[in-house]
């Protein structure tokens, strides 16, 4: 009789230390605040109506139990950590393991592989992801899947599944992975497209899949962009600049590793929304941990947590020049020194820009729409991960996408 498997806990969200970190600072800060909220002096208590309706539920609830002080707001601190830390155990031991298949591999170099998720035909589209997460945030789980849900609606979806570089890909720029990996990718592909194909790009894929259509004109018959960013200074420029300035400070780094490690990476996310891990797991704890809705959690969970490291140059590339220069809104972004210049491809595109994205704000990617010449738009009132796998993905973004894509095979 075969031993049921057994799992080692996860070891997400990363990197815990700075989570658990963020966490404690924020709500121990609090007690500083109690002085402020006790003497009236929190705007919270100004006429007129709330600028922030849960700070004023949050600090109504707190004058009402005022005389109990400093006591009061440990037990509540007390309380946020104790929710916390049963979320992330109960999140660590989840039954739940991602069991799909891979597809078969139609194409591999080095640890780059293409993936075909219809075998038997149909319209081929090939679909780039981002080189910092890994690829199957199209194909999350059986019922969470973009890819074979198009593969049902007859197209036959390629994916290029980038997989950790390895000691070649350590030393690309991003001029190294388009005009050389993504090329011969997109040679492959089209080996069994019969033809000029689609070409999507999902977040930093679709940089990647716009340097691509500009050197591949002839074989790209249209253009889909996923919550593609394209102007890092449309919003919070101070912010882009700030990690642009990470490339100086982390080029030791990178000079003696040849990549830029997954935890770094998961830092410079988390400084985007620093108590968003508190919040998720503080509600994971509220809940059964069962069901198809825990599942879901831990399934996007673990994809988040299972990153894999940037290649050197690559990092440097995208930290100084993307977040730091604006190299690509500003028309300075080369790839074989040619500059990407979006206006050249002149191919129909789609761009689905969800509305309620925090990693790359929908003025970032309208700018890129702006570029291209009869762009279409779409704006789901989804999230950046959210408009691929959330509850509303396979209505405002799946079926819009394969209407189009369809109309293009036609």
């Known amino acids: 009789m075969t031993a049921p498997a057994t799992h080692l806990p996860r070891q997400g969200p990363r990197p815990l230390a700075l989570h658990l970190m963020l966490a404690q600072t924020a709500w121990l800060s609090s007690l500083a605040a109690l002085p402020r909220l006790s003497n009236g002096s929190s705007d919270w208590r100004l006429p007129g109506p709330p600028a922030n309706p ?10 009402a139990r005022e005389a109990e002080g400093v006591p009061a707001l440990l037990r509540e601190i007390n309380r946020r950590f104790a929710l916390l830390h049963q979320g992330l155990a109960c999140y660590r031991h989840h039954a739940y393991r991602r069991t799909l298949p891979d597809p078969p591999t139609l194409w591999q170099e080095g640890n780059t592989r293409l993936l075909d998720y219809r075998p038997e035909g149909g319209p ?27 593969a049902g609606q007859g197209f036959r979806p390629l994916l290029v599944d980038w997989g950790r570089p390895d000691e070649a890909a350590r030393g690309f720029t991003l001029t190294g992975y388009i005009a050389g990996r993504l090329d011969r990718a997109f040679d492959a592909a089209l080996h069994y497209a019969h033809g000029a194909m689609p070409v999507a790009g999902y977040c930093m894929g679709g940089l990647l899949a716009v340097a691509l259509a500009q050197r591949r004109r002839d074989a790209v018959s249209a253009l889909l962009l996923l919550a593609t960013p394209w102007d890092f200074h449309a919003e919070a420029a101070g912010q882009a600049r700030r990690l642009g300035a990470l490339a100086t400070f982390l080029a030791p780094m990178l000079s003696t ?3 830029l490690p997954v935890d770094v990476l998961q830092t410079c996310f988390a400084a985007l929304d620093p108590l968003l891990a508190a919040k998720k797991f503080t509600a994971f704890a509220r809940g059964s941990g069962t069901g198809e809705k825990a599942d879901a959690f831990v399934a996007l969970e673990d994809w988040l947590n299972d990153g894999v490291p940037l290649a050197g140059p690559v990092a440097t590339e995208c930290l100084a020049g993307w977040y730091g220069e604006n190299t690509p809104a500003r028309g300075i972004w080369r790839v074989a020194h040619r500059p990407v210049r979006p206006a050249a491809i002149g191919r129909p595109s789609l761009h689905l820009i969800p509305a309620q994205d925090r990693i790359v704000p929908p003025s970032s990617s309208k700018a890129l729409a702006a570029e291209m010449p009869g762009a279409q738009v779409l704006e789901p009132s989804l999230g950046h991960i959210g408009m691929m796998v959330g509850g509303g993905a396979p209505t405002e973004v799946w079926q819009p996408v394969a209407n189009w894509l369809e109309a293009r095979a036609g």
């Open 54 to 63: 849960e700070l004023t539920q949050t600090a109504n609830a707190l004058l």
């Open 124 to 150: 081929a589209v090939l679909f780039i992801p981002s080189l910092v997460n890994r690829s199957y945030i199209l194909d999350l789980s059986a019922d969470r899947s973009f890819l074979r849900w198009l």
């Open 257 to 259: 590793w040849g990549e």
